[in-house]
């Protein structure tokens, strides 16, 4: 966590904008930690470090970009819901980000890691899954790892890796709200279930 943690931290929002270069580094980051947790996880691993993918190859084109201006640059040119959207890379990603810190949140205050998973997904990511998804979430769920093992594949000491995550959650939290709120403003929070 440390590293990943350092890599948020260079990520914070600035003049009401968040540098580009270093949140993709900070994003793409904490991408392999899901390998950490085993092949349950191998889809969102997809999923989330596609949305990455998306979002570099879009700063690739427009490099000098601050994350507003990449965005606002593809609603100026009208490609918000083209295949490359960065936009919706953008969103989904932010999503992702919200369902995790909601959950480690909750596990941070000794809730159980299913548990905590359950609730976190009702309040976050399940308002945007149609029946398919949120069955398949259902069964991902029964079979992924409880807090215990979870945190043995996260490091060596339980509460070390506690307090590391609390670490991570606080350094990212302001920066996805952030986000949160300028997709919001600009009208880019398509509310359609997958
Ligand atoms: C988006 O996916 C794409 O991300 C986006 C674009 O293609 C867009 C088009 O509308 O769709 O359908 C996806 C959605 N993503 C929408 C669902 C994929 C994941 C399904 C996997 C189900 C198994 C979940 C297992 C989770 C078990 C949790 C148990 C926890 C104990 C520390 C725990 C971390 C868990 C993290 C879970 C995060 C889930 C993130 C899912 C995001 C989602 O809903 S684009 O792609 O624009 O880049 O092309």
Redesign the pocket.
Known sequence: FPPVTEAWKKAQVKDGDVPCTAFLEAAEAFIP??DR?GT??S??KS??G??????KAAHAKNPTASLNKLILDEVAAGKTKD?T?AS??L???K??MQ??FS??KKVSAGED??K??KSA?DET?SH??GFL?KK??Q???M???GSDS?LKALGNDKDQTMREMQEWVSAASPILDFIHEFLDKNNLDDK?K?
């Open positions: 930690l899901f947790l349950v996880f889809p969102v999923d989330v596609g949305n990455v993918t998306k979002l295949k959207s919706i890379a969103l989904w990603f999503r992702a369902f995790i959950m480690l890691a299913n905590a998973a997904y990511l945007y899954h998804v398949s979430f069964v991902a769920l079979a992924a790892p979870m359609s997958v």
